[in-house]
């Protein structure tokens, strides 16, 4: 019985241990600052009407959203919004469940980190403009707009005591404004609005200031493919140096021009067939389909491979007193250095593996709007962002929990075993 017991927690402890704490990739929100009212446009997403937050959402902000039907197909276009007026500068990481009518079947899942500054570099702001386009200008049907290489100006005013005026200056807000659409829908030349939305006076009401640029379509016939995206990353995405690369579990996703898209596991190629250098490496997939030839990154880590060799000590001129695990830096000298002759054999040093971890961000939860709220439920897994850090803490409770119950269990019916054969005796 004990030996029940024994193993049951064990196994316990093995999965407590195992149980990954994944880090996700988040996207970055700016331009709250302390006591400055705040609204912003976070995303826009496809086929959601519903949503739940959790994480940490900066005191004083809250997230909110709407939804509508934008074109002829029916698509559902859903955006969240986060609004107020922040009260603490600090990090914020919080994350929204996009979801389906039903409340429970997701779309998407996407993290964000709110920076809180300390200091608006503007009182308020007169007007915005386009500087650039982004260098994409040309699509296809329902394509995601990319704002590479855009840059976008105001024209803000900053109070100066020395003067008691406010006096204006222009500065980059590239960082501080959304884009509407994001998603083609209808594939007909047309505008692409920016948007900044801030203090429009001293007193710091809201206003939302606006430019725009064009973009144009490409036809394509309805069954060719426009573009692929990497639907699913490989399995493997850490490696060192030598190691050759591992495209199992990868797959792609083609856009044709009728708006479709189909999912591909196979017939791609990528760049890279061996990693040879230490760091983050930009591997890119190729797929051809009458003869043409379409591409997508992904990146990988390259770790440097750990010698099981043991590497020889150096002769030192001082004393190996120090316990430093730092490498000594050896002096400069034109001339050889002579051993110590009352050393017989070196010693020889055996470096230790280095490792990293990786980082695990907070998470934590707030609140949504009434008008289309759904009562939060845990966020749901996502294989692109992987589970917060606090659901794997309730998972490994109730872990801990069911066998602490089935050692219980066990421990009570070998004692009732045990009294039924007393009794017969």
């Known amino acids: 019985m004990k030996k029940r017991i024994v193993c049951a927690f064990i ?27 705040f609204e912003s446009t976070i995303d826009t997403v496809l086929g959601a009407t519903r949503y739940s937050v959790g994480g940490n ?42 979801l389906k009518d039903d409340g429970t079947t997701l779309v998407t899942s996407k993290n ?29 049907l329902r394509d995601t707009v990319d704002l590479t290489g855009m840059k976008v100006s105001a024209v803000v005013y900053n109070y100066n005591p020395e003067t008691d005026l406010y006096e204006p200056s222009v500065i980059d807000v590239t960082d501080l404004v959304w884009v509407e659409p994001t998603v083609f829908t209808y594939d007909e030349p047309q505008n692409v609005e920016v948007f900044l939305k801030a203090p429009a006076d001293s ?28 639907y699913q990353k490989p399995s493997k995405l850490t490696y060192t140096v030598g190691e050759s690369l591992d495209l199992t579990g990868m797959t792609l996703r083609a856009h044709k021009g ?24 930009t591997v890119t997939v190729s797929y051809t389909k009458n003869e043409q030839t379409f591409t997508a990154t992904f990146d990988v880590t390259v770790k440097e491979a750990v010698s099981s060799q043991p590497e020889e000590e150096e002769p030192k001129e001082e004393s190996s007193s120090s316990s430093s695990s730092e490498p000594e ?23 230790e593996p280095s490792s990293s ?18 009562t939060q439920p845990e966020p749901v897994e996502n294989e692109k962002t992987g589970v917060p850090f606090w659901a794997w803490i309730i998972i490994v409770l109730l872990v801990i929990l069911i066998a602490a119950a089935v050692a219980l269990f066990l421990i009570g019916r070998k004692r009732i075993s045990d009294d039924d054969y007393d009794d017969e005796d």
């Open 258 to 281: 009728n708006g479709t898209a189909e999912e591909i596991t196979s017939g791609f190629t990528a760049d890279i067939t061996k990693l040879e250098e230490v760091g983050t490496e």
């Open 329 to 351: 830096e050896e002096p400069s000298s034109s001339e050889p250095e002579v051993p110590d002759e009352t050393s017989s054999e070196e010693e020889p040093v055996i470096e």
């Open 357 to 374: 971890e990786p980082e695990v961000p907070d998470e934590t939860s707030s609140e949504s709007e009434p008008d289309i709220i759904v």
């Open 203 to 230: 007193n710091g009401n809201l206003q939302t200031f606006r430019s725009h640029f064009r973009v144009e379509f490409n036809y394509a016939n309805p069954e060719d493919i426009t573009r692929i995206e990497i």
């Open 112 to 140: 964000y980190t709110v920076v809180v500054g300390e200091k608006s570099p503007f009182d308020y702001v007169k007007s915005i403009q386009v500087d650039k386009w982004p260098n994409k200008t040309v699509y296809y």
């Open 11 to 37: 196994a316990v402890l093995m999965i407590i241990l195992i149980l990954p704490i994944q880090a996700f990739a988040a996207e970055n929100i700016k331009g709250a600052y302390v006591n400055q009212n």
């Open 57 to 98: 959402v900066p005191a004083g902000l809250k997230v909110s959203g709407s939804w509508s039907r934008k074109n002829t197909f029916g698509d559902v276009v859903f955006k969240a919004v986060l609004s107020g007026k922040p009260t603490t500068a600090g990090t914020y990481n919080f994350s929204v469940n996009y």
